[in-house]
């Protein structure tokens, strides 16, 4: 018999980290399954999760790093590949400044450890423009959050007893936790309200499915605080002491144009059904909000999700059992605070200074302009870690221009990402499999430390890591990157807790850094400057910012365009995707073998569309083709591209000029667009 051996590790096939056992034989993965006791997966496994080892023995993974020479790319060896890196990110600091280099961190090859090296490089370099996946995803949720209630919040789906998910299908985006978690909500007698123009999965198990308008999200919160309002059932002990703001905001919103009646046009939902669900929601106790993407990429999207975070507060459901929970991320060691940052302001700051600052980076989504204009400043050279902007960001022709017109591109990926055919450089990363990491679970409301283990040795590349520290030796940074190893980092990370790398090994990969606490507010207020949730927000006032949170241009009518006279949404990841990775992946790509767009059987009809008909989307930003698939589960006048199709691309129809004026989100929910019939062939 062969030797077994199985490892109890993290899974990165995507952000959730689920626990996974890898079996071992002969010391090569050979298989893999669910840990049973991970306290988030507790055994299950998704499709990309079962997919591990394929991705692990991809014959598509880069083997060596490339130098592109002559218009081709040639294999080199590390050392090779290092000098190259080396020479150019001298050459750029000495002809154009250190702040001529950007710095991105992608999802590709995961961001939570990695990019802790990648900043202190930055820093070290002289850079401000380190930036990230957090431009477009996530980021716009947290400000919204913190500005309101001076923390994020996350629901306690396994305790509650009414949820609302908004703007997320987690049944396809998180797939594990949620099926579960739902299904016993429900048999517990609790009810479920998914709002979103489309009847996902996540919305086919729903009590109540609310197919919004695109884009009239904020008038339907709107819509359900004037009715918890008039009806008087917020919270009125928790909203005496504890809001700051609310006798000017109730006056407001008790106004008769919020009123569920007046909204019905505007977001397309009946009145009876608003007044139903916002007084199930205020008069059930706890209840909790689970927000998705769908709410951040609007151009309204702060002032939209400071709404539901108002709506979390006053109806008394912050830091409760089953409601909505704060969760603070482990005290790790900072490893850019010992180092200077960078006296000129990043990519970003002068539009969106908020953001910039609150994140402590530039903002991705304003990098194009200055590599194609110069504005604020010129970028000349970039490096990218498992990202992929062409397919990430809105715009796409516009960063394609972008990167070709970039001096030096060094791209560090596990596979030939469609944007590496712009790099000067690509380095080949390691799968998750290959490396050690930490990982903290505060996405699922869990004080916990994971450990990520090098269940092999590397195949091909370097521990993403250890290629920045190999990286700042040949620059002549090594004393600022002591870490020899991923472990050793790890330990500096976790220096300022009761544990280290060989503890969590001993302790099966998890540690426990808090014990669960409730109501947490009750010791020290809330962490804003009046110590209570803001509903006039002392942040956003102190960057210039209203800090009211009903805009004054809120009830605007519906667009009506011949040209372009139906709503697009994009986005959304497919149960066998993860934004645009793995699709060659052949048992994923056979879940989902052609990129299709969604359209309601009325909007077929009307345009003459059958099932898998080849048809053009075309936006005034662009057009791309692909096949319909016609289902009656999307409001009729919507239609629905998703990411991540290289020869599909939805962000060819999308721009970056409509934004969040606090994010810099763009607008990829709510555009405007026209549909015609192809000849198929």
């Known amino acids: 018999m062969r030797p077994t051996k199985n490892i109890s590790t993290i899974c990165r096939m995507c952000e959730q980290g689920c626990g996974l056992e890898v079996i071992l034989e002969n010391g090569k993965p050979v298989g893999v399954k669910g840990a049973k006791e991970h306290p988030y997966n507790r055994g299950w496994l998704c499709a990309k999760g079962r997919a591990a080892l394929d991705f692990f023995n991809s014959p598509l993974r880069l083997t060596s790093p490339l130098i592109r020479r002559k218009g081709r790319f040639l294999p080199v060896d590390w050392d090779e590949a290092l000098d190259f890196a080396e020479q150019e990110l001298k050459r750029l600091r000495e002809q154009h400044g250190p702040q001529s280099l950007a710095i991105y961190h992608g999802e590709g090859t995961g961001h939570q450890e990695i990019k802790y090296y990648m900043k202190r490089f930055a820093n070290v370099y002289g850079t ?78 729903a009590d109540y499915h609310l197919a919004v308008r695109p884009g009239r999200d904020e008038i339907l919160i709107l819509n359900m605080l004037h009715v918890i309002v008039r009806e008087e059932l917020w919270d009125k002990e928790f909203t005496e002491h504890w809001v700051h703001g609310f006798e000017d905001f109730a006056r407001e919103v008790k106004e008769k144009r919020f009123s569920p009646e007046e909204g019905e046009p505007l977001t397309g939902i009946a009145h009876e059904l608003v007044r139903h669900v916002a007084c199930s929601y205020a008069r059930t106790r706890p209840a909790c909000i689970s927000m998705g993407n769908g709410l951040e990429h609007h151009d309204n999207g702060i002032s939209t999700m400071r709404l539901l975070a108002i709506m979390k507060a006053i109806t008394g459901n912050l830091d409760i059992p089953g409601g909505d929970l704060f969760t603070p991320g482990p005290r790790l060691e900072d490893m850019t605070r010992p180092l200077p940052e960078s006296s000129i302001p990043p990519i970003g700051a002068e539009k969106f200074p908020l ?256 099932e898998g008909d080849m048809s053009e989307i075309e936006t005034s930003w662009g057009k791309i083709q692909l096949m319909a698939s016609v289902t009656p589960e999307i409001r009729p006048d919507t239609i629905h591209v998703p990411q991540g199709w290289e020869e599909a691309n939805a962000n060819e129809l999308t721009g970056s000029e409509s934004a969040d004026p606090v994010s810099g989100f763009p607008n990829l929910k709510s555009l405007r667009c026209r549909i015609r019939k192809l000849c198929n062939d």
């Open 128 to 205: 401000p423009n380190f930036m990230g996946v957090g431009s477009i995803c996530n980021a716009s949720r947290t400000i919204a959050d913190t500005v309101t209630l001076g923390g994020v919040t996350k629901p306690d789906i396994p305790n509650t007893d009414f949820l609302i998910i908004w703007g997320s299908n987690p049944f396809v985006s998180h797939e594990l936790s949620p099926p579960r978690e739902l299904s016993r909500l429900k048999k517990r007698g609790g009810q479920i309200v998914v709002i979103d123009p489309r009847k996902t999965e996540t919305g086919s198990k």
């Open 355 to 610: 953001f910039c600052k609150a994140r402590k980076e530039g903002h991705a989504l304003c990098l194009p302009e200055a590599i194609l204009r110069g504005d604020p400043y010129p970028i000349k050279g970039m490096a990218i870690a498992g990202g992929n902007p062409s397919l990430e960001w809105p715009n796409s022709s516009q960063v394609r221009r972008a990167l070709r017109d970039l001096e030096f591109l060094m791209v560090i990926d596990v596979v030939r990402s469609p944007d590496s055919q712009y790099a000067d450089l690509i380095l080949p990363a390691c799968t998750f499999l290959e490396r050690d990491e930490h990982r903290a679970n505060v996405y699922h409301n869990l004080p916990v430390i994971s450990l990520r283990r090098e269940v092999v040795e590397p195949l091909y590349g370097l521990p993403d890591q250890m290629i920045w520290v190999k990286l700042a030796d040949r620059m002549g940074f090594g004393k600022y990157f002591p870490w020899k190893t991923c472990e050793e980092g790890i330990d500096y990370l976790l220096g300022g807790l009761d544990t280290s790398y060989h503890d969590l090994v001993s302790r099966g990969g998890i540690y426990e850094y808090e014990k669960r606490r409730y109501k947490k507010y009750e010791d020290q207020g809330f962490n804003t400057d009046t110590r209570k949730v803001e509903i006039l927000s002392g942040r956003l006032k102190s960057f210039g910012y209203d800090p009211f949170p009903i805009r004054k241009e809120i009830l605007y009518p519906v667009e009506s365009s011949a040209d372009f006279p139906l709503f697009l949404t994009t986005g959304g990841n497919l149960l066998c995707y993860l934004h645009w990775q793995y699709r060659y992946i052949p048992g994923l790509r056979k879940m989902a073998p052609d990129p299709m767009f969604e359209i309601h059987p009325d909007t077929a009809l009307k345009y003459g569309l059958s």
